[in-house]
Each structure stands twice: as C-alpha cells, then as structure tokens.
C-alpha cells in the first residue's frame, strides 16, 4: 500500500497559499534512507505535481524535517561515505560526491526561495528541491564539468542527490545539492545595489564604480571555457529558426499581457521587437555550449576570501525555470548568459534609482552602460587570451537582451507586477521612444 503524506505536513508554508497551493495527501514514489528515523521522499500529488522533501518517519504521521531535526546533518554523512566508495540506498536514488565530509548544527537560510536551504556547521549549505522539474536537470552535468575542468569561481561542490524516474525511462530529477558555504556571503541584488548607491552618494569615478562588472566579465567568460572544454557545436538552420520563432512567440504573449502605460510604450515598440527577433532566425553556425542558463546579478554571490579579502562566486546552475526544460538542459549561445548580465546591470541601476531617495539620477544613468561595456570588454578579452573568441557570436547580443525584457516583463504579470519598471526602463534604452510615439 502506497503511503500517503498531508502536503501541509511534507511542504513548506508558502506551498499552501496562492495559485499554485497544493492540497489534500501527497503519495511517497521513492526514499532515500538519511538516518534513523529521516528520509528524502519523493511525493507525487492528486494533479500529478511531483516533490521532494525531507520528512520525519513519525508514527503515525509522517511531518517535513526543519533545521533540527538532522536531515541536513544525514546528507553531508551520506555523501561524506559516497566519496569513500560507499553506495547510498534507495528507491532509484544515487548520490554523487566530490569531497563531502560530515558537519553538524543546522540553521535555515530565511530568503524566499523556490527551493529551501540550510547551513550545516558553517561549512556547507543543503539546498532541498521542493517541487521537481520535470525533463532532465542542467545542474549535474555542468557541476561535474566545472569539478573537471577546475573552476573555482563558485560554492565548492560537496554532492548531490538525483531520483531516477522509473516513468520517464530513469531520467534524473534532481532532490538536493550541497555546496560549500561561503562567509558573509550576499548576492547581487544586494552587494551591486548597495555599491551602486555608494558610487553615486560619493561621486566616485566611473572606472572605480565599474570594478565589480570588470570581474564578473571575466569571470563569466572563465565559466564559458570550463563549461567548453569539450568544445562547442554550430547551430544549424533549423535550430536557428525554431530561436527566432519561440522568441517572438514569448514577445507576443508579452504584447498581449502587459498593460497599463508599460503595455502601451512596449506595444508601440513592438514592430521593432518583432523585427530585431526574428533575426536570430539568421544566427545559424553560431557555438552552442554548456551554459548558466539563468545568469544574472543574482546568481552571484560576492563572499569573504581566505585573504580577506572579497571574492565572487557564481551560483545556481539549474537553467532558466520558466524555460522549456529541453532549453534548459540544451547547449546554447554563451551570448544568452552574456544577454542576461548585461541586462541585470541595467537593473542594477533601475533599482537604485527607483528605490534611494535623493540619488543623482544622471550617474546612476552613466553608470549603467559604463558597466555593460566594462563587462563585456574583460568577458571578450579574456576569451580572446584563451584563444577562444568565437564562443561570443555578437550578432545574437542585441536580440538576446531585447527577448531578456520580454521575459522580465512576463515574470512581472505573472509574478511580481511592480518589477514591470524595471523591463520598461530598459527597454527604453534599447528601443527609445520619442513624445511622438
């Protein structure tokens, strides 16, 4: 008999609110044993939404691990016995190590998150999936990729943990990872934000303020030679077209969705969208590659280094999540991670200007090409010294940042309707209007 576990037991509290709420009783497919009395579950419920969880074998109910409990504690355990050879058990569940070690003393990690994190011992951090992606996963391989080739400019891998779905023929999903933790670690939407608004309270010169973007720049383009190392393939005709084609319909879905005055000003630059879209239908023979996917100010933690000194850390390699999961795990330019940090500068500044009373709006202003080009100018000049140029196609920059705010707008409607200023800024920029249109 199949066990069966109250979803308000097995999720998280945001999970039982909102449209996407689950309800009613979810049935456990598979568990990985962590430790007497705790296992990573996988639920599947009554509208077929699969997730995992961390549960307490309780009796008679069965209720969600919190930090605590151990099961954070169990996993780095797991995976510290893993690297010396030893096989974790369970229902179609295998465990990859690269150098775990066992930690005690959990703590959560209070941001909101489609996932749900916790600190182990300040040295490792157990990030929880809570509902599952279907199709196959990015992170695993890029991970292992990175482990290879020797990147060091992200939280040091320790393990993960993949179900192999029996009703997909054994395709991986993945549960957990764990990674190493990184000291007063902040993201970008914090230490750039916060850097931005010092720069222009102080006035600092322009090349000072775009320090940080230099780095990222290189920094991004040392993840794209990691992740290339077994070289890149040319895209085809077909695979050219079908671009141009799902990036215009994600632009008309936003012409349609976004309204309000935002909506006007991006309809009336929607033949200009449009046009601009579909020449990536012209982009055949351009390098696809291992990719970030998501990749953005956010993915990047800046974190204290053993020097102490500050470092930056390039985090989350599961792929866009309003992707198709076939993009998500498909090569593809390394212009579309360039793509998305461009624009995220831009946000950047969006941000400090929206949200600091008193800013001097005209360096913010300055400031936001100044560090597009800063980034991309150490981005190609570090892939030019590897001998590696044409991984960044320019061609597809321009129309890769436009399709970047069609989607900024969509996650907007559907998630978060006061972000629309920050597409609707940007796009300015990219598209201006004059008081005529």
Known sequence: MTRRVAARDALPGRWDRGARAVAG???????????????????????????????????????????????????????????????????????????????????PVDVDQTHESVVVGDAAVVKWAVELTPGPHPAPQRLAALVAAGFDAMPPPWGLVE??????????VLLATVAGFLPEATDGWEWAVGDLRAAAADGRPLHGATAAPRVLGATTARLHLALSAE???????????????????????????????????????GEVLLRELAGLGDCAGTPLAPVHGDLHVGQVLRHRAADGGWAYAITDFDGNPVADPAERASPQPPARDVAGMLQS????????????????????????????????????????????PELLDHRLLRPLRLLQEVREFR??????????????GALQDLIPLTDED
Request: net charge negative; aromatic share 6%; glycine share 10%.
């Open 345 to 388: 500068l831009d946000h950047v500044g969006r941000v400090v200007l929206r949200r600091t009373d008193g800013v001097d709006a005209a360096y913010v202003t300055a400031w936001i090409p100044a560090a597009q080009r800063e980034f991309l100018s150490a981005y190609a000049a570090t892939l030019d010294r590897s001998g590696r």
């Open 25 to 107: 009783d979810l049935a456990v497919v598979a568990e990985l044993p962590l430790d007497d009395g705790l296992v990573l579950a996988v639920l599947v419920a009554e509208d077929g939404r699969r997730f995992a969880a961390p549960l307490v074998v309780g009796s008679p109910a069965w209720r969600r691990a919190v930090p605590g409990d151990g099961a954070a504690e169990a996993l780095t355990r797991l995976l510290a016995r893993a690297a010396q050879g030893e096989p974790g058990t369970g229902d179609d569940v295998t465990l990859v190590s690269w150098g775990a070690r066992p930690v005690v003393g959990e703590r």
């Open 231 to 269: 070289g890149a393939v040319p895209a085809s005709p077909r695979w050219a077209q079908d671009l141009a084609d799902a990036s215009i319909g994600e632009a008309r879905l936003a012409l349609d969705e976004v309204d309000g005055m935002e909506g006007a000003r991006l309809r009336a630059r």
């Open 411 to 424: 996650y907007a409607v559907h998630h978060l309707p006061h972000w629309r200023y920050v597409p609707d």
């Open 163 to 172: 179900w192999h779905d029996p009703d997909t023929g054994g395709a991986a």
